[in-house]
């Protein structure tokens, strides 16, 4: 699987992690295998969000391709745990999902969950990917993931094939402030 990477862009210190079980700092694209026919299918898709009136950004900007960190480029939420969804229109098998927070400082980000459903409620058919929520502080189950700096690398989810039509993913702020950021979030899958 290939995708296009932003440019590297540290700015300001790097902040304190004191984050137990923080993952090794990712410093190359993570080589991933996915069946043949796997394409993205999030690129310009419907995205909605818990928070209606986002602090910075529009979150149609989530799926638009653009992964650069700089001003423009981001989308900022409110504090608490908050969710972005992509509806991918069609419920298929899903192999991988990127997802980039905010990569021009070394942040971590708090629970951040990674889920997949064909209930546009997440109510019923829910699928956890990803769970790094190690103390269940966002009451959706505790999870065994580790936290994970972010890089321009972003974070590769595995898909496993889990069929679904929406892709949700939740965090709870970062290490650097109570927001929560995105900018790109890519779900690649095989339609059928």
């Not at 540290?10 to 304190?16: F, M, N």
């Amino acid at each position: 699987m290939k995708t296009e990477l932003p440019e590297e862009v540290i700015e300001g210190s790097p902040r304190p992690k004191g984050v137990p079980n923080l993952s090794p700092e990712t410093k190359k694209f993570p080589k991933f295998l996915v069946p043949e026919g796997t394409v993205l299918l999030s690129k310009d898709k419907k995205v909605t969000s818990s928070d209606d009136y986002p602090i910075l950004g529009e979150v149609a900007q989530i799926t638009d391709g653009e992964k650069e960190a700089g001003e423009g480029f981001f989308v900022e939420l409110t504090e608490g745990t908050q969710w972005v969804q992509i509806d991918l229109e069609k419920s298929s098998p899903l192999y991988a999902i990127l997802v980039w927070h905010f990569h021009s400082q070394k942040r971590v980000y708090h629970d951040v969950i990674v889920q997949v459903s064909d209930d546009p409620e997440f109510k019923s058919g829910v699928t956890t990917l990803f769970n790094n929520d190690y103390d269940d502080s966002s009451k959706l189950g505790k999870g065994t993931d580790n936290p994970y700096l972010e890089t321009r690398y972003g974070l590769l989810v595995n898909g496993k094939g889990t069929k679904g039509r929406y892709v949700r993913l939740y965090s709870k702020g970062n290490t650097s402030n109570e927001m929560n950021n995105y900018i790109e979030v890519e779900v690649f899958g095989k339609p059928e």
